[in-house]
Structures are given as C-alpha cells and as structure tokens.
Nanobody
Framework: DVQLQASGGGLVQTGGSLRLSCEAS????????VSWFRQAPGKERESISC????????YYADSVKGRFTISTDNAKNTVYLQMDSLKPEDTAVYYC????????????????WGQGTQVTVSS
C-alpha cells in the first residue's frame, strides 16, 4: 500500500532553518512526481516545490525560490525540503504528495498525500 509520512516541522525564529522529510512506503520515487504543498489558516492550499527524478526537473514557487531546496534520497524512499531564511509568511501546515509522471502544481493531480507537519515562524 502507498503511504507517505511527513515530519520535521517545528517552531523557529525568523531567519532560521528547518528540514522537512517525507518517507514513502509501497513505492519508490523513480516513476513519480513528488511535491510539497502548504496551507495557512484561511488560505488555499499552495504548491511550494515539485521534483521529478525521471525528467530531471524541479519547480519552486516564487515565494520560496532561493530559500527552499527540494531533494530526494531514493535509497531511503525519502524526499526532503530544506527551508532556510524562514519568514513568518512561511507559517503553515506542510504536506507532501505524490502523483504520476504528469502531475503538476495543481493539487488535484496528486493521488497520495501525507498527514502534514506544522511549521511556525515567529518574528
């Protein structure tokens, strides 16, 4: 069975760093697009970053470009999101998701979701 588990959230000050992890079971990332989304209270779910090893491509939203880095460790079936220079605007629940090779930044194109992990950035 396909399962995703997100972890690594916490409370940090402005300018701090966190690394989120998403562990997968039941499949490998070889044939999947894996993405991070976030949702703040009262806000729509937002695509943050995507990665496809098969097509050697990555995507970053303008709001996080230059501060966040997505990567995979296929031997561990894990995708990471390194978050540096955090801002209060980054406060949200962060979700990892996987989809087929045609998945995009549209959340409806993903069929597997992790449970989410809370990130809070204080000023």
């Amino acid at each position: 069975d396909v399962q995703l588990q997100a972890s690594g959230g916490g409370l940090v000050q402005t300018g701090g760093s966190l690394r989120l992890s998403c562990e997968a079971s039941g499949f490998t990332f070889d044939d999947k697009v894996v993405s991070w989304f976030r949702q703040a209270p009262g806000k729509e779910r937002e695509s943050i970053s995507c990665i496809s090893d098969r097509f050697a491509s990555t995507y970053y939203a303008d709001s996080v470009k230059g501060r966040f880095t997505i990567s995979t460790d296929n031997a561990k079936n894990t995708v990471y999101l390194q978050m540096d220079s955090l801002k209060p605007e980054d406060t949200a629940v962060y979700y990892c998701a996987s989809g087929g090779p045609t998945a995009s930044s549209n959340s409806s194109t993903y069929n597997n979701w992790g449970q989410g992990t809370q990130v809070t950035v204080s000023s």
